[in-house]
């Protein structure tokens, strides 16, 4: 397999990782109705795309947890948990990139040093997000990102200000924005064809050339890597009875021979979370790590 049909996999892998995965992050409330303003009866009074709008926005300002999975032809590639509290979170990704190795199918038992490239390539990898008081505090670990502690030590966080006028935001970008609350919601805004299929379950189809999904290509690399995704991709929601979100399932069109599935789910709602900055004095700014990332 060429190098770069490998770097293509793994930027069509990283789309969802990013963005759903860490959909639970939440900011300011947007404008637009919520699953309250509805008052009982919110599906007579909201249509099936509104309904969808609030039952996210209905989660803003308060404290719950998502999880997220996400699996590549049926073997587990992502574990996510995110937490939040207002505006804080905390999110924590296990990516297991070897199950990209599984999945193509691959025997280079033949082929030691190909074998070997591919086991560095394709490492799992760790990553911590916290969020406080506007700052972000990024962490990378395993695969790629051990070469790194030569320079910066085993427990290196990376900040980001982002109340200040930052330079970096372009960068940053690259590697997948945190305001997510926004990136969900402007998911969300670009379904069409939204309609209930069943009681608190909705479906819509998101446009390969939709503002979400370029944003998505743009923020993980994927444009860059020759990603496309030409075809429409479902997702589903549910909402619990409270009209609040609590699952979204999408699964990427085949790409290479991989599909893609992932399922984020909100576990918790309403939970006593205590959520601070890492207790650490090995900080750096996050252009440290953006000059530095492979």
């Known amino acids: 397999m060429s190098t770069v049909m490998t770097r293509r996999l793994v930027g069509v892998a990283a789309i969802p990782a990013l963005a759903l995965g860490f959909a639970a992050c939440s900011s300011d409330a947007s404008d637009g109705p919520t699953a309250d303003d509805a008052g009982g009866d919110a599906s007579a009074q909201l249509g099936a795309h509104d309904m969808v709008l609030a039952s996210y926005r209905g989660l803003d300002g308060g404290s719950y947890t998502m999880e997220s999975t996400m699996t590549v032809n049926d073997i587990d590639f992502m574990d996510m948990t995110s937490v939040v509290d207002g505006k804080a979170s905390h999110a924590t990704q296990d990516l297991y990139m070897s199950a990209i190795i599984e999945a193509?199918?691959?025997?280079?038992?033949?082929?030691?040093?190909?074998?070997?490239?591919?086991?560095?390539?394709?490492?799992?990898?760790?990553?911590?997000?916290?969020?406080?008081?506007?700052?972000?505090?990024?962490?990378?670990?395993?695969?790629?990102?051990?070469?790194?502690?030569?320079?910066?030590?085993?427990?290196?966080?990376f900040t980001l200000d982002l109340a200040a006028d930052s330079q970096m935001s372009d960068i940053y970008e690259q590697?997948?924005?945190?305001?997510?609350?926004?990136?969900?919601?402007?998911?969300?805004?670009?379904?069409?064809?939204?309609?209930?299929?069943?009681?608190?379950?909705?479906?819509?189809?998101l446009s390969p050339d939709s503002e979400s999904m370029g944003a998505l290509l743009d923020a993980t690399g994927g444009a860059a890597n020759g990603v496309e995704v030409v075809e429409e991709t479902q997702i589903t929601i549910t909402v619990d009875d409270d009209g609040l979100l609590k699952t979204m399932e999408m699964t990427l069109p085949e790409t290479e021979g991989m599909i893609m599935h992932m399922v984020s789910e909100v576990t918790e709602i309403g939970g006593d979370y205590t959520i601070t900055a890492p207790e650490s004095d090995n900080l750096h700014s996050f252009d440290a790590f953006a000059n530095m990332a492979p």
């Open 104 to 157: 193509m199918g691959e025997d280079y038992s033949d082929e030691p040093e190909m074998a070997a490239m591919m086991e560095a390539m394709f490492a799992d990898m760790h990553t911590e997000a916290i969020l406080v008081d506007d700052m972000i505090y990024m962490q990378f670990t395993g695969g790629m990102f051990d070469a790194m502690a030569e320079d910066f030590g085993e427990d290196a966080w």
């Open 175 to 205: 590697f997948g924005s945190f305001d997510l609350s926004e990136q969900t919601e402007t998911m969300l805004n670009d379904l069409t064809d939204v309609e209930e299929t069943g009681d608190g379950v909705y479906t819509g189809t």
